[in-house]
């Protein structure tokens, strides 16, 4: 679990601010993905990356941004931060490049947009 | 696109009762379907997983049953206890790269002592 950390673990923000959450994994692992998490949605898929430099969007994409320029670091940016984006986010990798192998996910980054 | 239901969204047993939790999933292309365990405040974290080859899978107190005719899989929980306490959620994906984990809404289990 320590190969994959998330910061900051929390944060506050107002409406109209750019956020950007990091994400680090020790890995190696070559997919890496982005979800958010609300109450009654489960987790819900906002960007994956296959490789550095591969990216594609999710199911809800809009509103967010990702890079991914080293394996190890996939940050996630919300560009105009809206209320509807408070959330919990967890960042995840995968052991293995088919989707048939484990997932892991980060501690998560607790957002609230004000 | 795949699509991966729940049921139910929440579920309350005694210590020692069991559990079973079912999802059914719409993509007869997916082969790979994974439980994970989320605590409270904490990340999910994978606890039994199956692939199409087989049918059942056991791990000491947990077992997943798969019937991939019908296209439903279920977690069965036996013995539960309170830390089983928790969020489940169930997720499918076909093998091979590129491919992605889809997830059900998740199932809030409580165990009363």
């Known amino acids: 679990d320590a190969g994959i950390t998330q910061s900051p673990r929390y944060k506050i923000t107002e409406t109209g601010r750019q956020v950007t959450l990091m994400c680090h994994q020790t890995?190696?692992?070559?997919?890496m993905f982005w979800y958010r998490q609300d109450l009654g949605h489960g987790l819900r898929l906002i960007y994956y990356?296959?490789?550095?430099?591969?990216?594609d969007k999710g199911e809800v994409s809009d509103g967010y941004v990702v890079s991914r320029s080293k394996t190890e670091n996939f940050p996630l940016t919300l560009e105009s931060a809206t209320r509807s984006q408070t959330s919990v986010y967890f960042c995840a990798s995968r052991a293995g490049t088919g989707g048939e192998n484990e997932q892991f996910f980060g501690p998560g980054t607790r957002l609230t947009v004000l | 696109g795949e699509n991966v239901e729940q049921h139910p969204s929440t579920l309350s047993v005694q210590e020692g009762d069991s559990a079973v939790i079912k999802c059914t999933y719409s993509d007869s292309a997916s082969n790979y379907f994974p439980w994970y365990k989320q605590e409270l405040g904490k990340r999910p974290q994978l606890i039994i997983d199956?692939?199409?080859?087989?049918g059942e899978k056991k791990d000491q107190r947990i077992a997943v049953t798969l019937n991939k005719t019908a296209k439903h899989f279920s977690l069965h929980i036996t013995e539960t206890q309170p830390e089983d306490s928790a969020v489940y959620f169930c997720a499918a994906s076909r093998s091979g790269g590129y491919n992605k984990l889809i997830f059900g809404a998740g199932t809030r289990l409580a165990v009363h002592p």
């Open positions: 890995w190696s692992h070559s997919y």
């Open positions: 199956i692939r199409s080859n087989v």
């Open positions: 990356s296959a490789a550095a430099d591969i990216t």
